[in-house]
């Protein structure tokens, strides 16, 4: 299906990191006989959404759960470990990003017939937004009357684009963000060589911890960080060079475009809170001493044309405007929102 395919392994609802609060709900849900046959796990991405599915799924499945968790020796767990439970079925996007509808039709007429080995069949479909709405109609009518012995897990890091006919039939559970202590413990005791930007990388990630492994797995994200700084300084306090030179840059990096985008909004943002005085606020504490003087340049004023812009560029970019002309344009704009 998809390199996304996660390891099949022993998960349990009590054994998960962070979203305290989701887990207890659950294993309250899961202990009772009400489980809910359509469950939406909604959080940033990174955030454990598809280790709860699973955990979620395998708990539903086991024919004796203990405490809302899976037994780990009955037949549908033993398979569910091994990876070969057919009462268990993963769906996420293909390399398009897409998800379609005929794998989604296939899976629900799969959902009806009754479980051999577990006691329920359990489909789930990860980053379910990828779902056109073709897709997610053909759920409607099971989510409206969903099987006995059938259940939907769906994940999404993005509810907004969802039918609003399917989110009202589901029952949804946003995942807790992990607290700056919690994250700030993580990474002193995960990624120790990244402990002076943990603050940084809190804010930056929202304390998505998957989000945090990938980026303190790259050499390249801090240089990244860096080079961003350099120039984001060059162009408010110089000129069109630098806006030219950015641009190019830009065009350049535009694999990172994400990353680099985010960035400009954090350096903005932080200039922000330096203005009003609210230091705690800024994400790029570390950077600090090297914001500070922007100020001479960037008023609030410049700082909200500033991130106008990169809204425009990323419109641009998802309207397939020409590359050059949006990297050119954001360049040209964050100079210009110097002010002249
Ligand atoms: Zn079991």
Redesign the pocket.
Known sequence: MSDRTPQWGKVRLDGLRGGEQITRNLTMAMTGDKIPHAILIVGSPGTGKTTLAHAIANAAM????VRGS?????T??KMIIQGTAPELTYIAPDDKGLIPVNIVRRAIEAMQLKPAYAARKVVIVDDCDAMNAQAQNAFLKTLEEPPATGMLILTTSHPDTLLPTVISRVSRFDIDRASEEETISYIASEHPAYYAQAHFLHTYTGGATGQIDRICADPGFMELRDTCLSHFTAMVSDGPDAAFLFAEWLEREQDKEDHILHMLMTFYSDLLMLQVGFVDRVANRDYQAKLSPLLEFVDADKCLKGTAAIDEYRRRRRAMVNISLCCGALGVALTVAKGT
């Open positions: 086991c024919s004796s759960p899976p037994c780990g020796v009955c549908a767990c």
